[in-house]
């Protein structure tokens, strides 16, 4: 069981016996009564986000969500390929399943796939991965202002925003939780 204190994004829980998976959460302590705590989950099962309010101090269930590490092979029309690194079974999931983290997914990246009740439903990425710059405007002189940033389409089709000095062919460190820039790779 989870408390609500223990609330994070990417939190998997079970809410009346489906489960899901929490996209974002904010702790409200209003003037008067009790506070509380508004989430938006994604249902593991359809796909479809649901906006919830729990008391604070309440507890949900956690759902038999088991987890296989596994190693993205490649994409196809249907989907996605991944192998299991201990039995060398493969998996596959439809796009639907993926969603946005495909723009994370490289050939052989070692992720988790979570199976609920035998079945394949979601993944769970790294916090990090690296990714090759295939375009980006060249850098001009003069570019050095601080806190300002210029679009850089990554390898995977991802879009980011990133440094005035980076350039083609770099290779980028994302976070794969907010999609943002982190640092430059040697």
Known sequence: MYDTSEFKKGLCIEVDGVPYQIVEFQHV?????????????????NKTVLEKTFKSGDKVGEPNLDKRHMQYLYQDNNGFQFMDLGSYEQTFLDKDAIGDSKYYLIENLEIEVLYYDGRPIAIELPNF??????????????????GGGKPATLETGLTITVPYHVKQDDVLKIDTRSGEYIEKVK
């Open 29 to 45: 302590k209003p003037g008067k009564g009790n506070a509380i705590v508004r989430t938006r989950m994604k249902n593991l099962l």
């Open 129 to 146: 991965v690296n990714l090759k710059v295939t375009y980006c405007e060249p850098a001009l002189r003069g570019d050095t202002v601080s």
